[in-house]
């Protein structure tokens, strides 16, 4: 079975205003090429996000570090399932 290169591209953050238009949110977004199993790699990516959304209750420098590190971890271990 051959493997795919892997590629993450179309890296983006942009603020946004909130459903009440008062407040600015950040939207991040990017695209995964190569990953083998995209089906395993979904599945496993939407059930670490449940992890993720349960520790947004940080302070300071973990309100950032943390979500970020998550969302890492998820997309890490996400491509290592679907290989």
């Not at 795919?4 to 949110?25: I, M, P």
């Not at 939207?27 to 496993?44: H, L, M, Q």
Request: net charge positive.
């Amino acid at each position: 079975m051959d493997k795919n290169n892997l590629k993450v591209y179309n890296w983006n953050a942009s603020l946004v205003a909130d459903n009440s238009g008062k407040e600015q949110e950040v939207e991040v977004s990017f695209k995964i090429k190569g990953v083998n199993k995209p089906g395993t790699f979904v599945s496993v990516f939407q059930s670490g996000k449940a992890i993720v959304e349960s520790l947004q209750s940080g302070e300071g420098f973990t309100d950032y570090m943390v979500p970020l590190m998550n969302i890492v971890f998820t997309v890490v271990n996400a491509l290592k399932k679907s290989k």
